[in-house]
Protein backbone atom coordinates (compact mmCIF):
# COMPACT_ATOMS: atom_id res chain seq x y z
CA UNK A 1 0.00 0.00 0.00
CA UNK A 2 1.04 3.56 -0.43
CA UNK A 3 1.57 5.97 1.84
CA UNK A 4 0.94 9.43 0.86
CA UNK A 5 2.41 12.59 3.25
CA UNK A 6 -0.13 15.83 3.61
CA UNK A 7 2.34 17.85 2.59
CA UNK A 8 3.12 16.19 -0.79
CA UNK A 9 -0.81 16.11 -1.14
CA UNK A 10 0.03 18.42 -4.21
CA UNK A 11 1.61 15.74 -5.80
CA UNK A 12 -0.97 13.32 -5.39
CA UNK A 13 -2.72 14.38 -8.08
CA UNK A 14 0.38 13.24 -10.52
CA UNK A 15 1.24 10.44 -8.38
CA UNK A 16 -1.74 8.57 -7.44
CA UNK A 17 -4.90 10.50 -8.37
CA UNK A 18 -5.01 9.06 -12.06
CA UNK A 19 -4.37 5.40 -10.47
CA UNK A 20 -7.03 6.13 -7.99
CA UNK A 21 -9.30 6.97 -10.67
CA UNK A 22 -8.34 3.56 -12.94
CA UNK A 23 -9.09 1.76 -9.35
CA UNK A 24 -12.21 3.65 -8.99
CA UNK A 25 -13.40 3.43 -12.51
CA UNK A 26 -14.95 0.05 -11.37
CA UNK A 27 -17.06 1.48 -9.24
CA UNK A 28 -18.27 4.32 -10.77
CA UNK A 29 -16.08 6.94 -10.12
CA UNK A 30 -15.18 8.71 -13.36
CA UNK A 31 -14.63 12.62 -14.76
CA UNK A 32 -17.66 12.93 -17.46
CA UNK A 33 -15.85 14.74 -20.03
CA UNK A 34 -17.13 18.02 -20.65
CA UNK A 35 -16.18 21.58 -19.71
CA UNK A 36 -14.50 20.25 -16.61
CA UNK A 37 -12.80 17.14 -16.15
CA UNK A 38 -14.35 16.14 -12.26
CA UNK A 39 -12.75 13.44 -9.90
CA UNK A 40 -14.24 12.15 -6.37
CA UNK A 41 -11.60 10.50 -4.10
CA UNK A 42 -11.52 8.96 -0.64
CA UNK A 43 -8.21 8.21 1.41
CA UNK A 44 -7.88 6.20 4.76
CA UNK A 45 -5.73 8.67 7.40
CA UNK A 46 -3.28 7.01 8.90
CA UNK A 47 -1.62 8.36 11.97
CA UNK A 48 1.52 7.54 13.48
CA UNK A 49 4.19 9.20 15.56
CA UNK A 50 7.82 9.22 14.58
CA UNK A 51 10.35 8.62 17.29
CA UNK A 52 11.00 12.64 18.04
CA UNK A 53 7.02 12.68 18.91
CA UNK A 54 6.40 14.60 16.13
CA UNK A 55 2.86 13.05 14.72
CA UNK A 56 2.02 12.25 10.84
CA UNK A 57 -0.63 12.37 8.84
CA UNK A 58 -0.89 9.64 6.02
CA UNK A 59 -3.57 9.16 3.71
CA UNK A 60 -3.72 5.74 1.83
CA UNK A 61 -6.47 3.76 -0.38
CA UNK A 62 -9.41 3.32 1.69
CA UNK A 63 -8.13 -0.95 1.57
CA UNK A 64 -8.70 -1.50 5.32
CA UNK A 65 -11.88 0.17 6.76
CA UNK A 66 -12.98 -0.08 10.20
CA UNK A 67 -15.25 2.04 12.51
CA UNK A 68 -13.99 5.53 13.48
CA UNK A 69 -11.38 5.13 10.77
CA UNK A 70 -10.95 9.12 9.49
CA UNK A 71 -11.40 9.20 5.72
CA UNK A 72 -10.15 12.67 3.29
CA UNK A 73 -12.51 13.23 0.79
CA UNK A 74 -10.79 14.96 -2.38
CA UNK A 75 -13.00 16.29 -4.97
CA UNK A 76 -10.89 17.96 -8.36
CA UNK A 77 -12.01 20.13 -11.00
CA UNK A 78 -10.19 20.98 -14.03
CA UNK A 79 -10.96 23.36 -16.55
CA UNK A 80 -10.20 21.20 -20.08
CA UNK A 81 -11.93 23.62 -22.47
CA UNK A 82 -10.55 26.57 -23.89
CA UNK A 83 -13.12 29.30 -22.24
CA UNK A 84 -13.47 30.27 -18.72
CA UNK A 85 -15.82 28.03 -16.34
CA UNK A 86 -17.70 30.54 -14.03
CA UNK A 87 -20.17 29.58 -11.25
CA UNK A 88 -19.12 26.97 -10.02
CA UNK A 89 -20.93 24.91 -7.22
CA UNK A 90 -19.69 21.44 -6.15
CA UNK A 91 -22.60 19.91 -3.85
CA UNK A 92 -21.52 16.31 -2.08
CA UNK A 93 -23.98 14.91 0.27
CA UNK A 94 -22.24 12.73 2.97
CA UNK A 95 -21.79 9.71 2.41
CA UNK A 96 -23.41 6.16 4.42
CA UNK A 97 -22.03 4.96 7.47
CA UNK A 98 -20.47 8.26 7.72
CA UNK A 99 -20.20 11.39 9.72
CA UNK A 100 -18.54 14.53 8.97
CA UNK A 101 -16.21 15.58 11.31
CA UNK A 102 -16.42 19.49 12.40
CA UNK A 103 -14.37 22.17 10.62
CA UNK A 104 -12.65 19.89 7.91
CA UNK A 105 -14.15 20.99 4.74
CA UNK A 106 -11.71 23.01 2.86
CA UNK A 107 -11.62 24.85 -0.97
CA UNK A 108 -9.48 27.68 -1.96
CA UNK A 109 -11.57 30.87 -2.80
CA UNK A 110 -15.22 28.87 -1.89
CA UNK A 111 -17.44 29.66 0.72
CA UNK A 112 -18.62 26.46 2.10
CA UNK A 113 -22.34 25.79 3.47
CA UNK A 114 -23.46 22.54 5.24
CA UNK A 115 -27.32 20.67 5.11
CA UNK A 116 -29.47 18.74 7.33
CA UNK A 117 -31.70 17.50 4.80
CA UNK A 118 -29.78 17.89 1.51
CA UNK A 119 -32.00 20.89 0.74
CA UNK A 120 -31.66 23.69 2.51
CA UNK A 121 -27.96 25.11 3.10
CA UNK A 122 -26.04 27.30 5.56
CA UNK A 123 -23.20 28.16 7.00
CA UNK A 124 -21.99 25.89 10.25
CA UNK A 125 -22.66 28.76 12.77
CA UNK A 126 -26.30 29.48 11.60
CA UNK A 127 -27.54 25.72 10.65
CA UNK A 128 -30.46 24.43 13.01
CA UNK A 129 -31.93 21.30 13.91
CA UNK A 130 -35.18 20.56 14.92
CA UNK A 131 -35.54 17.61 17.00
CA UNK A 132 -38.77 15.86 18.18
CA UNK A 133 -40.69 18.12 20.33
CA UNK A 134 -39.99 21.02 17.56
CA UNK A 135 -37.22 22.64 19.87
CA UNK A 136 -34.37 24.07 17.69
CA UNK A 137 -30.63 23.47 18.19
CA UNK A 138 -27.32 24.24 16.42
CA UNK A 139 -26.69 21.51 14.15
CA UNK A 140 -24.06 19.04 15.42
CA UNK A 141 -21.22 18.41 12.36
CA UNK A 142 -22.82 14.60 12.90
CA UNK A 143 -25.89 16.35 11.70
CA UNK A 144 -24.82 17.48 8.13
CA UNK A 145 -25.75 15.67 5.36
CA UNK A 146 -24.70 17.49 2.49
CA UNK A 147 -21.61 19.72 1.95
CA UNK A 148 -21.94 22.78 -0.87
CA UNK A 149 -18.72 25.01 -2.00
CA UNK A 150 -19.61 27.95 -4.41
CA UNK A 151 -16.16 28.65 -6.05
CA UNK A 152 -16.18 32.41 -6.12
CA UNK A 153 -13.80 33.41 -9.33
CA UNK A 154 -13.31 31.91 -12.40
CA UNK A 155 -11.57 28.69 -13.37
CA UNK A 156 -9.00 29.85 -16.07
CA UNK A 157 -8.66 27.02 -19.24
CA UNK A 158 -6.34 24.36 -18.14
CA UNK A 159 -6.40 25.88 -14.45
CA UNK A 160 -7.78 22.92 -11.60
CA UNK A 161 -8.75 23.17 -7.87
CA UNK A 162 -10.00 20.85 -5.40
CA UNK A 163 -12.43 21.01 -2.47
CA UNK A 164 -11.60 18.32 0.10
CA UNK A 165 -13.40 17.44 3.54
CA UNK A 166 -13.21 14.71 6.26
CA UNK A 167 -15.65 11.61 8.17
CA UNK A 168 -15.43 9.24 10.30
CA UNK A 169 -16.89 5.79 9.91
CA UNK A 170 -19.56 4.24 11.73
CA UNK B 1 -24.18 24.91 -29.08
CA UNK B 2 -26.44 26.52 -26.07
CA UNK B 3 -29.17 24.11 -27.05
CA UNK B 4 -26.60 21.19 -26.58
CA UNK B 5 -25.60 22.12 -23.42
CA UNK B 6 -29.10 22.62 -22.35
CA UNK B 7 -30.21 19.46 -23.63
CA UNK B 8 -26.56 17.75 -22.27
CA UNK B 9 -27.27 19.23 -19.13
CA UNK B 10 -31.23 18.54 -19.00
CA UNK B 11 -30.11 14.41 -19.58
CA UNK B 12 -27.27 14.64 -17.01
CA UNK B 13 -29.65 16.45 -14.48
CA UNK B 14 -32.39 13.62 -14.64
CA UNK B 15 -29.59 10.94 -14.82
CA UNK B 16 -28.13 12.59 -11.86
CA UNK B 17 -31.56 13.03 -9.90
CA UNK B 18 -32.12 8.98 -10.56
CA UNK B 19 -28.80 8.17 -9.48
CA UNK B 20 -29.20 10.05 -6.08
CA UNK B 21 -32.88 8.71 -5.62
CA UNK B 22 -31.99 5.07 -6.13
CA UNK B 23 -29.21 5.52 -3.88
CA UNK B 24 -31.15 6.74 -1.48
CA UNK B 25 -34.22 4.69 -2.00
CA UNK B 26 -31.56 1.24 -1.84
CA UNK B 27 -30.11 2.84 1.45
CA UNK B 28 -33.21 3.25 3.24
CA UNK B 29 -34.52 0.13 2.34
CA UNK B 30 -31.37 -1.72 3.39
CA UNK B 31 -31.80 -0.16 6.63
CA UNK B 32 -35.96 -0.56 7.16
CA UNK B 33 -35.76 -4.32 8.55
CA UNK B 34 -32.62 -3.87 11.00
CA UNK B 35 -35.05 -0.07 11.96
CA UNK B 36 -38.55 -2.55 12.98
CA UNK B 37 -38.52 -3.09 16.77
CA UNK B 38 -35.77 -0.64 17.48
CA UNK B 39 -36.55 2.85 19.35
CA UNK B 40 -37.93 5.27 17.02
CA UNK B 41 -35.61 7.77 19.38
CA UNK B 42 -32.89 6.40 17.14
CA UNK B 43 -34.90 7.09 13.43
CA UNK B 44 -33.30 10.65 13.42
CA UNK B 45 -29.84 9.09 13.11
CA UNK B 46 -30.00 7.35 9.92
CA UNK B 47 -26.55 6.07 9.79
CA UNK B 48 -26.31 4.81 13.36
CA UNK B 49 -26.36 1.03 11.62
CA UNK B 50 -23.31 0.70 10.18
CA UNK B 51 -22.67 -2.59 9.48
CA UNK B 52 -19.55 -4.53 8.03
CA UNK B 53 -19.79 -5.27 4.02
CA UNK B 54 -21.40 -1.88 3.45
CA UNK B 55 -20.20 -0.28 0.72
CA UNK B 56 -20.20 3.54 1.45
CA UNK B 57 -20.56 5.60 -0.92
CA UNK B 58 -21.07 9.46 -2.01
CA UNK B 59 -21.12 10.99 -5.19
CA UNK B 60 -20.43 14.47 -5.92
CA UNK B 61 -21.76 17.00 -8.55
CA UNK B 62 -20.35 20.08 -9.52
CA UNK B 63 -22.52 22.81 -11.44
CA UNK B 64 -20.70 25.70 -13.94
CA UNK B 65 -21.45 28.38 -16.27
CA UNK B 66 -19.52 28.43 -19.68
CA UNK B 67 -20.00 30.63 -22.36
CA UNK B 68 -23.38 31.94 -20.64
CA UNK B 69 -24.46 28.30 -21.08
CA UNK B 70 -24.71 25.71 -18.29
CA UNK B 71 -23.03 22.56 -17.35
CA UNK B 72 -22.77 19.42 -14.65
CA UNK B 73 -21.02 16.43 -13.80
CA UNK B 74 -20.70 14.41 -11.40
CA UNK B 75 -18.26 11.83 -9.90
CA UNK B 76 -19.00 8.76 -7.26
CA UNK B 77 -16.17 7.41 -5.16
CA UNK B 78 -17.12 3.81 -3.11
CA UNK B 79 -15.31 1.48 -0.19
CA UNK B 80 -16.95 -1.27 1.40
CA UNK B 81 -16.63 -0.94 5.44
CA UNK B 82 -14.67 -3.93 6.50
CA UNK B 83 -15.93 -6.19 9.67
CA UNK B 84 -14.06 -5.73 13.01
CA UNK B 85 -14.60 -8.44 15.29
CA UNK B 86 -14.61 -7.60 19.11
CA UNK B 87 -16.71 -8.68 21.93
CA UNK B 88 -16.30 -9.88 25.22
CA UNK B 89 -17.47 -12.21 27.71
CA UNK B 90 -17.75 -11.37 31.50
CA UNK B 91 -18.60 -13.28 34.17
CA UNK B 92 -22.39 -11.97 35.72
CA UNK B 93 -22.94 -12.77 39.02
CA UNK B 94 -22.61 -9.83 41.36
CA UNK B 95 -18.72 -10.34 41.26
CA UNK B 96 -18.83 -13.60 43.74
CA UNK B 97 -18.58 -16.99 43.83
CA UNK B 98 -21.79 -18.53 43.30
CA UNK B 99 -23.06 -20.27 46.18
CA UNK B 100 -23.11 -24.27 45.95
CA UNK B 101 -24.19 -27.26 48.10
CA UNK B 102 -22.18 -30.61 47.60
CA UNK B 103 -23.48 -33.00 45.61
CA UNK B 104 -25.73 -30.50 43.96
CA UNK B 105 -26.70 -30.96 40.19
CA UNK B 106 -27.58 -28.58 37.47
CA UNK B 107 -25.66 -25.70 39.49
CA UNK B 108 -25.54 -22.51 37.46
CA UNK B 109 -23.31 -19.59 36.72
CA UNK B 110 -23.97 -16.99 34.16
CA UNK B 111 -22.04 -14.95 32.08
CA UNK B 112 -22.86 -12.53 29.26
CA UNK B 113 -21.64 -11.97 26.12
CA UNK B 114 -21.46 -8.58 24.29
CA UNK B 115 -21.01 -7.94 20.60
CA UNK B 116 -18.88 -4.71 20.07
CA UNK B 117 -17.80 -5.48 16.22
CA UNK B 118 -19.71 -4.02 13.57
CA UNK B 119 -21.73 -6.47 12.14
CA UNK B 120 -24.24 -9.68 13.35
CA UNK B 121 -22.44 -12.35 14.30
CA UNK B 122 -23.42 -16.10 15.56
CA UNK B 123 -21.05 -16.95 19.07
CA UNK B 124 -20.10 -20.56 19.92
CA UNK B 125 -19.58 -20.92 23.53
CA UNK B 126 -18.12 -23.68 25.72
CA UNK B 127 -17.02 -24.19 29.64
CA UNK B 128 -13.71 -25.28 30.58
CA UNK B 129 -12.50 -25.96 34.63
CA UNK B 130 -9.92 -22.93 34.94
CA UNK B 131 -7.97 -21.87 38.03
CA UNK B 132 -7.00 -19.39 40.44
CA UNK B 133 -10.08 -18.94 42.09
CA UNK B 134 -11.47 -15.11 40.06
CA UNK B 135 -12.01 -13.98 43.56
CA UNK B 136 -9.02 -14.38 44.99
CA UNK B 137 -9.54 -16.34 47.85
CA UNK B 138 -9.86 -19.13 48.93
CA UNK B 139 -7.86 -21.26 46.25
CA UNK B 140 -9.54 -23.05 43.42
CA UNK B 141 -9.70 -26.87 44.64
CA UNK B 142 -12.03 -28.41 43.07
CA UNK B 143 -13.71 -29.52 39.73
CA UNK B 144 -17.42 -29.93 38.89
CA UNK B 145 -18.09 -33.57 38.03
CA UNK B 146 -16.15 -34.53 34.58
CA UNK B 147 -18.27 -34.48 31.81
CA UNK B 148 -21.30 -32.47 33.63
CA UNK B 149 -20.44 -29.01 32.47
CA UNK B 150 -22.89 -27.62 29.87
CA UNK B 151 -23.19 -24.53 28.49
CA UNK B 152 -27.23 -23.24 27.15
CA UNK B 153 -27.97 -19.48 25.64
CA UNK B 154 -30.83 -17.81 27.82
CA UNK B 155 -33.98 -17.95 25.18
CA UNK B 156 -35.26 -14.63 26.34
CA UNK B 157 -38.48 -16.12 27.46
CA UNK B 158 -38.02 -16.26 31.19
CA UNK B 159 -34.85 -14.54 33.27
CA UNK B 160 -32.63 -16.91 34.88
CA UNK B 161 -32.06 -20.23 33.56
CA UNK B 162 -35.26 -22.23 32.54
CA UNK B 163 -33.83 -26.00 31.88
CA UNK B 164 -36.71 -26.29 29.40
CA UNK B 165 -36.59 -23.21 27.83
CA UNK B 166 -32.95 -22.60 27.77
CA UNK B 167 -31.31 -24.91 25.79
CA UNK B 168 -29.93 -23.62 22.74
CA UNK B 169 -25.92 -24.38 22.74
CA UNK B 170 -24.74 -21.43 20.43
CA UNK B 171 -25.53 -17.62 20.61
CA UNK B 172 -27.27 -16.69 17.50
CA UNK B 173 -27.28 -13.30 15.83
CA UNK B 174 -26.07 -11.24 17.93
CA UNK B 175 -26.53 -7.52 16.78
CA UNK B 176 -23.82 -5.52 17.50
CA UNK B 177 -23.83 -3.68 20.71
CA UNK B 178 -26.12 -6.35 22.32
CA UNK B 179 -25.61 -8.74 24.74
CA UNK B 180 -26.73 -12.15 25.40
CA UNK B 181 -26.80 -14.25 28.34
CA UNK B 182 -24.90 -17.92 29.03
CA UNK B 183 -25.34 -20.62 31.57
CA UNK B 184 -23.47 -22.98 32.44
CA UNK B 185 -24.89 -25.51 33.91
CA UNK B 186 -22.62 -28.53 35.96
CA UNK B 187 -23.05 -30.86 38.84
CA UNK B 188 -20.83 -30.76 41.89
CA UNK B 189 -19.16 -33.70 43.42
CA UNK B 190 -19.15 -34.33 47.44
CA UNK B 191 -17.18 -31.66 48.89
CA UNK B 192 -16.83 -29.66 52.23
CA UNK B 193 -17.77 -25.99 52.67
CA UNK B 194 -15.76 -23.52 51.19
CA UNK B 195 -14.23 -25.60 48.02
CA UNK B 196 -14.16 -23.72 44.91
CA UNK B 197 -14.04 -24.78 41.39
CA UNK B 198 -13.92 -21.84 39.16
CA UNK B 199 -14.66 -21.83 35.68
CA UNK B 200 -13.96 -19.78 32.43
CA UNK B 201 -16.31 -19.33 29.91
CA UNK B 202 -14.78 -18.71 26.16
CA UNK B 203 -16.51 -17.60 23.30
CA UNK B 204 -15.77 -17.80 19.51
CA UNK B 205 -17.06 -16.09 17.05
CA UNK B 206 -18.72 -17.41 13.84
CA UNK B 207 -20.55 -16.08 10.95
CA UNK B 208 -23.78 -15.01 11.41
CA UNK B 209 -25.58 -17.66 8.33
CA UNK B 210 -28.99 -18.03 8.42
CA UNK B 211 -31.47 -17.52 11.50
CA UNK B 212 -31.57 -20.73 14.52
CA UNK B 213 -28.39 -22.24 12.50
CA UNK B 214 -24.92 -22.52 14.33
CA UNK B 215 -23.34 -20.23 12.17
CA UNK B 216 -19.30 -21.83 10.77
CA UNK B 217 -16.47 -20.74 13.21
CA UNK B 218 -14.61 -17.79 12.01
CA UNK B 219 -10.97 -19.55 13.01
CA UNK B 220 -9.07 -17.22 11.36
CA UNK B 221 -8.93 -13.77 10.18
CA UNK B 222 -7.78 -12.00 6.90
CA UNK B 223 -5.05 -10.07 8.66
CA UNK B 224 -3.17 -13.69 9.53
CA UNK B 225 -4.62 -14.09 12.97
CA UNK B 226 -6.27 -17.26 14.13
CA UNK B 227 -7.67 -18.76 17.24
CA UNK B 228 -6.88 -22.08 18.64
CA UNK B 229 -8.75 -25.14 18.08
CA UNK B 230 -11.86 -25.80 20.72
CA UNK B 231 -14.43 -27.62 21.39
CA UNK B 232 -17.97 -25.80 21.40
CA UNK B 233 -21.86 -26.56 22.18
CA UNK B 234 -21.75 -28.94 24.30
CA UNK B 235 -19.23 -31.45 22.61
CA UNK B 236 -21.00 -31.09 18.87
CA UNK B 237 -18.66 -28.75 17.02
CA UNK B 238 -15.37 -29.35 16.51
CA UNK B 239 -13.35 -26.54 15.72
CA UNK B 240 -9.73 -26.94 14.31
CA UNK B 241 -7.29 -24.41 14.76
CA UNK B 242 -7.25 -21.58 11.82
CA UNK B 243 -4.78 -21.31 9.24
CA UNK B 244 -3.32 -18.00 8.99
CA UNK B 245 -4.50 -16.11 6.02
CA UNK B 246 -3.49 -12.59 4.84
CA UNK B 247 -5.69 -10.76 2.33
CA UNK B 248 -4.42 -7.79 0.90
CA UNK B 249 -6.74 -4.82 1.69
CA UNK B 250 -8.94 -4.21 -1.13
CA UNK B 251 -11.26 -0.87 -0.79
CA UNK B 252 -13.59 -3.63 -3.02
CA UNK B 253 -13.70 -6.26 -0.35
CA UNK B 254 -14.60 -7.06 3.15
CA UNK B 255 -12.03 -8.01 5.37
CA UNK B 256 -12.32 -9.23 8.64
CA UNK B 257 -10.06 -8.23 11.36
CA UNK B 258 -9.65 -10.01 15.03
CA UNK B 259 -9.85 -7.16 17.14
CA UNK B 260 -11.14 -9.12 20.03
CA UNK B 261 -9.42 -8.36 23.30
CA UNK B 262 -7.09 -10.67 25.82
CA UNK B 263 -8.26 -11.99 29.13
CA UNK B 264 -7.94 -10.21 31.62
CA UNK B 265 -6.43 -12.33 34.44
CA UNK B 266 -4.64 -15.52 34.07
CA UNK B 267 -7.60 -18.06 34.50
CA UNK B 268 -9.73 -16.34 31.81
CA UNK B 269 -8.35 -19.08 29.22
CA UNK B 270 -8.67 -19.40 25.58
CA UNK B 271 -9.69 -23.22 24.45
CA UNK B 272 -5.44 -23.32 23.91
CA UNK B 273 -6.16 -23.60 28.03
CA UNK B 274 -3.82 -20.29 28.80
CA UNK B 275 -4.65 -17.09 28.78
CA UNK B 276 -6.75 -16.01 26.15
CA UNK B 277 -4.58 -13.52 23.81
CA UNK B 278 -5.80 -10.74 21.58
CA UNK B 279 -6.97 -10.77 18.28
CA UNK B 280 -7.56 -14.83 18.23
CA UNK B 281 -11.23 -14.65 17.74
CA UNK B 282 -12.12 -15.70 21.20
CA UNK B 283 -12.53 -14.01 24.88
CA UNK B 284 -13.29 -15.53 28.42
CA UNK B 285 -13.89 -14.71 31.58
CA UNK B 286 -13.99 -16.43 35.11
CA UNK B 287 -16.76 -17.25 37.47
CA UNK B 288 -16.54 -19.73 40.37
CA UNK B 289 -19.07 -22.01 42.08
CA UNK B 290 -18.05 -21.96 46.21
CA UNK B 291 -19.67 -24.91 48.34
CA UNK B 292 -22.09 -23.61 51.43
CA UNK B 293 -23.64 -24.90 54.10
CA UNK B 294 -26.82 -26.52 52.98
CA UNK B 295 -28.97 -26.18 55.75
CA UNK B 296 -29.99 -22.78 56.77
CA UNK B 297 -31.81 -22.58 60.65
CA UNK B 298 -33.89 -19.47 61.19
CA UNK B 299 -34.52 -18.62 65.03
CA UNK B 300 -36.95 -16.50 66.37
CA UNK B 301 -38.17 -16.14 70.17
CA UNK B 302 -41.41 -14.93 71.95
CA UNK B 303 -41.64 -13.19 75.38
CA UNK B 304 -44.64 -14.67 76.95
CA UNK B 305 -45.07 -13.44 80.76
CA UNK B 306 -47.57 -14.52 83.22
CA UNK B 307 -49.88 -11.56 83.06
CA UNK B 308 -49.98 -12.13 79.12
CA UNK B 309 -47.85 -9.81 77.91
CA UNK B 310 -44.63 -9.96 76.34
CA UNK B 311 -42.80 -8.25 78.88
CA UNK B 312 -39.23 -10.47 79.62
CA UNK B 313 -39.50 -10.28 83.05
CA UNK B 314 -38.62 -12.55 85.44
CA UNK B 315 -40.79 -15.97 85.77
CA UNK B 316 -41.71 -15.33 82.17
CA UNK B 317 -41.50 -17.75 79.20
CA UNK B 318 -39.23 -17.86 76.24
CA UNK B 319 -40.79 -19.73 73.26
CA UNK B 320 -37.56 -19.92 71.21
CA UNK B 321 -38.21 -21.72 67.20
CA UNK B 322 -36.07 -23.13 64.68
CA UNK B 323 -37.30 -23.09 61.30
CA UNK B 324 -34.64 -25.40 60.05
CA UNK B 325 -34.38 -25.68 55.81
CA UNK B 326 -31.99 -27.65 53.08
CA UNK B 327 -31.70 -25.92 50.46
CA UNK B 328 -30.17 -26.98 46.60
CA UNK B 329 -31.66 -30.25 45.42
CA UNK B 330 -29.74 -32.98 47.30
CA UNK B 331 -31.37 -34.69 50.33
CA UNK B 332 -29.03 -34.38 53.70
CA UNK B 333 -27.93 -37.39 55.87
CA UNK B 334 -27.57 -37.29 59.77
CA UNK B 335 -29.03 -33.80 60.33
CA UNK B 336 -28.97 -33.33 64.61
CA UNK B 337 -30.10 -29.80 65.28
CA UNK B 338 -28.64 -28.72 68.81
CA UNK B 339 -29.20 -25.64 71.17
CA UNK B 340 -27.83 -24.66 74.16
CA UNK B 341 -30.18 -23.08 76.90
CA UNK B 342 -29.17 -19.16 77.62
CA UNK B 343 -27.80 -18.84 80.96
CA UNK B 344 -30.12 -16.86 83.68
CA UNK B 345 -33.34 -19.11 81.87
CA UNK B 346 -34.24 -22.41 83.12
CA UNK B 347 -35.43 -24.99 80.19
CA UNK B 348 -39.78 -25.83 80.44
CA UNK B 349 -39.28 -29.55 80.92
CA UNK B 350 -41.52 -31.40 78.01
CA UNK B 351 -41.50 -28.34 75.59
CA UNK B 352 -39.98 -29.43 72.60
CA UNK B 353 -42.00 -30.14 69.74
CA UNK B 354 -40.93 -30.90 65.74
CA UNK B 355 -43.35 -30.21 63.67
CA UNK B 356 -46.31 -29.75 65.87
CA UNK B 357 -46.07 -33.06 67.64
CA UNK B 358 -44.41 -33.12 71.57
CA UNK B 359 -41.34 -35.00 71.97
CA UNK B 360 -40.28 -36.37 75.01
CA UNK B 361 -37.35 -35.25 76.98
CA UNK B 362 -35.74 -38.57 77.45
CA UNK B 363 -33.26 -40.57 75.38
CA UNK B 364 -35.40 -42.87 73.66
CA UNK B 365 -35.28 -42.90 70.14
CA UNK B 366 -37.60 -45.39 69.89
CA UNK B 367 -40.43 -43.34 71.00
CA UNK B 368 -38.68 -40.32 69.12
CA UNK B 369 -35.36 -38.72 68.30
CA UNK B 370 -35.02 -35.66 70.71
CA UNK B 371 -33.85 -35.07 74.08
CA UNK B 372 -33.36 -32.40 76.45
CA UNK B 373 -29.72 -32.27 77.90
CA UNK B 374 -29.48 -34.26 80.59
CA UNK B 375 -33.44 -34.00 81.87
CA UNK B 376 -31.82 -36.86 84.16
CA UNK B 377 -29.54 -34.69 85.84
CA UNK B 378 -30.23 -31.14 85.79
CA UNK B 379 -30.04 -28.18 85.20
CA UNK B 380 -30.48 -29.17 81.45
CA UNK B 381 -28.13 -27.25 79.50
CA UNK B 382 -29.03 -27.97 75.62
CA UNK B 383 -31.82 -29.92 73.64
CA UNK B 384 -31.47 -32.25 70.36
CA UNK B 385 -33.57 -33.18 67.28
CA UNK B 386 -32.28 -35.72 65.03
CA UNK B 387 -33.91 -34.94 62.05
CA UNK B 388 -32.26 -38.15 60.53
CA UNK B 389 -33.68 -40.45 63.00
CA UNK B 390 -30.81 -42.52 63.82
CA UNK B 391 -29.12 -41.54 60.90
CA UNK B 392 -32.09 -43.68 59.04
CA UNK B 393 -33.62 -40.68 57.63
CA UNK B 394 -32.48 -38.82 54.50
CA UNK B 395 -33.40 -34.74 55.25
CA UNK B 396 -35.19 -33.55 51.51
CA UNK B 397 -34.88 -30.23 50.27
CA UNK B 398 -37.76 -27.64 50.12
CA UNK B 399 -39.72 -28.60 53.34
CA UNK B 400 -39.48 -27.22 56.93
CA UNK B 401 -38.58 -28.68 60.21
CA UNK B 402 -40.33 -26.38 62.92
CA UNK B 403 -38.62 -26.95 65.91
CA UNK B 404 -40.13 -25.10 69.29
CA UNK B 405 -39.03 -25.46 72.74
CA UNK B 406 -39.25 -23.06 75.78
CA UNK B 407 -37.58 -21.72 78.83
CA UNK B 408 -38.04 -19.62 82.10
CA UNK B 409 -36.17 -16.35 83.04
CA UNK B 410 -34.62 -16.76 86.15
Redesign the interface.
Known amino acids: ?KNLKENHMRNIWKAVLLSVMV??S???????E???R?????FKQVISKSADGSVQYDYV???????DDV?L?E?V?ENI?T?????????????????YRGSSATGDSTEITFSVDGKGFASADSLTVK??TGRVWKAKPEDYTAIRWVYKKS?KPGAKSKVTYKTT?? | MQKQYNNLWFYIFKLVRALIVSADKAFVSSKTIVLLGLSLSLLNSTNVFAVAGDTITTTATISYDIGGAPGTSNASVSFVEDRRINFLVTDSNGGSAVPVISDMTDAVIQFTVTNTGNTVQDFLVTAVNTSPNPFAAPADNFDPLAGTIQVFVESGLTPGYQAVEDTAVFIDELVSNTSRVVYVVADMPTQVIDNVAAIALIAQVAESGAVGVEGAAINADDNGMISPAGVFSNGSTNMPSGIANVIADSPFTMETVFNDPAGLSPEDISTALIQDVVRNGQHSDAGAYQVMSPVNILKTVTVIDALGGTDPHPGATLRYQLDVNVAGNTPVDNLVVTDLIPANTTYSDGSITLNGAVQSDLNDATADYSRAIDILAKPVISIEVDLSQGGVLAVSPGATNVIIFEVTID
Request: net charge negative.
Open positions: MMFAVGAHAEGAIFSNNAEPGLVLPIYIFSQDVSNIVVNNPIANNSSDKLIK
